[in-house]
C-alpha cells in the first residue's frame, strides 16, 4: 500500500480538504499512474453532498481521470511506463457476466467497480476517485488519449464526453436528423459537438437567451429559449431524437411533445427528485423516453477516438484543487464554460 494525497468530504456539509488515503500496489494486471488532471462532474457535487442517498464516507470524488503511467504489473500486456491514457467512470467488473462479455461493463449484473464510493476489493474498503495525485487500475479499465488534443479538455470526455456520446450512437443520428439538446453545460455543450458531428440538425434548448452565441459556435444550428411559449410551439412534433442533460427539476412533458412519431427523449441528467410523465405525451406519436449511463470500456475507446479525428475536446476552466469548494457553488450557479479541471500539480505541490 502506498499512501497518497487527496482532497476529500467527510459528511454531507464538510468542505474538501486534504486527507492521506491508502492505493494498493499494483498486482500483476494493474497500471499506477500519475493523475495529471481530473475533471469536476456534477455527478461529484451529488455525490460528495449525499443527495443520492449512498454515499461512503470520507468521500474522494472524481471520474474524469488524464494521467501518466508510472509503473506496470508483470502481466500488463496493453500499456508501459510514460503512456499517457486516461480512466473514466469504471475500474473494474466482475469480466465474467453477459454485460461484462458485450462489453457494457457499466451494466455489470454483479455491479461494476466505480472509480469512487464503490467496493474496493482489493483493500475491502471503498474507491476513491481523482481528486489524488495517483490511482492503481485494471489495465482493462485504462484508455488511450488522443495525441492531438489538448490533455486536461480530454479529460471531461471520460464522463461528459461517453455520456452524450453513447445514446447518440445507440440511437443511431445520421445527418439530417433534427436533434435537441436540453441544456448547456458540461454534458450539453458536450451533446452539441457530438450531434453537429454526426451531421444532424442540432437545436439546443435554454432558459437563458444570452447562450446563443455560443451555442452556435459548438454546433447548435438553432436556439430555442425553453421560456418562450411561441419559439417552443414553433417546434412540436418536429425532432427525431432529443437528448435531456438537466440535472435540476424541470417538465420533459414539455420536451416529450416536440418528438415526431416514434421519436425519442433519452435522459442523462440525473435530477435529485423523480420528474413526472404524462402517459398520453407518450401515447399519442408512440413516442421513446429512455435514458442512459456511460458506455462500456469499448465504446468509450471508440468515443475518444472519434474525438481524435474529429478535433473534439471539451471546453475547460483550470482550477487548482483549492478551488473545489468554490467551483462547486458555481456549477450550481451556471457559472462555468463548461467543464472545471483541476490541475492536480496544485494538490502535488500542497504541503
Known amino acids: 500500500m502506498t499512501s497518497t494525497k487527496s482532497y476529500a468530504v467527510h459528511n454531507p456539509t464538510d468542505t474538501f480538504k486534504p486527507l492521506a488515503i491508502e492505493r494498493r500496489t499494483p498486482t500483476a494486471h494493474d497500471v499506477e499512474i500519475e493523475i495529471l488532471f481530473c475533471g469536476v462532474c456534477h455527478s461529484d457535487i451529488h455525490q460528495a453532498r449525499n443527495e443520492w442517498s449512498n454515499t461512503v464516507y470520507p468521500c474522494v470524488p472524481g471520474h474524469e481521470i488524464v ?7 508483470d502481466h500488463v500486456k496493453k500499456f508501459k511506463a510514460g503512456d499517457l491514457v486516461g480512466v473514466g467512470c469504471m475500474v473494474d467488473s466482475c469480466h465474467e457476466c453477459a454485460s461484462c462479455d458485450a462489453h457494457q461493463e457499466q451494466f455489470c449484473e454483479k455491479g461494476a467497480i466505480f472509480t469512487y464510493n464503490s467496493p474496493d476489493k482489493h483493500t475491502d474498503g471503498h474507491t476513491f476517485g481523482g481528486y489524488s495525485d495517483r490511482v492503481v487500475v485494471d489495465e482493462s479499465f485504462v484508455l488511450s488519449v488522443p495525441e492531438n488534443l489538448e490533455l486536461a ?4 470526455l471520460l ?4 455520456t452524450t456520446y453513447s445514446p447518440i450512437k445507440r440511437w443511431g443520428i445520421k445527418p439530417g436528423d433534427k436533434v435537441g439538446v436540453v441544456g448547456l453545460g458540461g454534458l450539453g455543450h458536450m451533446a452539441l459537438k457530438f450531434a453537429h458531428a454526426f451531421g444532424a440538425k442540432t437545436v439546443l434548448f435554454t432558459t437563458s437567451p444570452g447562450k446563443t452565441e455560443d451555442a452556435k459556435r459548438l454546433g447548435a444550428d438553432e436556439v430555442v429559449v425553453s421560456k418562450n411559449e411561441d419559439e417552443m410551439a414553433a417546434q412540436v412534433g418536429s425532432f427525431d431524437f432529443i437528448i435531456d442533460t438537466v440535472s435540476a427539476d424541470h417538465d420533459i412533458n414539455t420536451y416529450l411533445n416536440l418528438l415526431k ?5 433519452t435522459l442523462v441528467g440525473a435530477p435529485e427528485k423523480p420528474l413526472p410523465v404524462a402517459a398520453f405525451g407518450l401515447i399519442f406519436g408512440r413516442k421513446v423516453l429512455t435514458g442512459s449511463l456511460i458506455g462500456g470500456i469499448k465504446e468509450t475507446q471508440e468515443m475518444l477516438d472519434f474525438c481524435g479525428k474529429h478535433d473534439i475536446a471539451s471546453d475547460i476552466e483550470m482550477i487548482d484543487i483549492q478551488q473545489v469548494n468554490d467551483a462547486y457553488e458555481r456549477i450550481l450557479k451556471s457559472d462555468v464554460k463548461y467543464r472545471f479541471v ?3 500539480q496544485s494538490l502535488k505541490n500542497e504541503a
Open 261 to 265: 412519431i416514434d421519436g425519442t427523449l
Open 67 to 73: 494521467g501518466r503511467i508510472t509503473q506496470v504489473g
Open 159 to 162: 464522463c461528459a464526453g461517453i
Open 342 to 344: 483541476i490541475d492536480m
Open 153 to 156: 479538455a480530454v479529460a471531461p
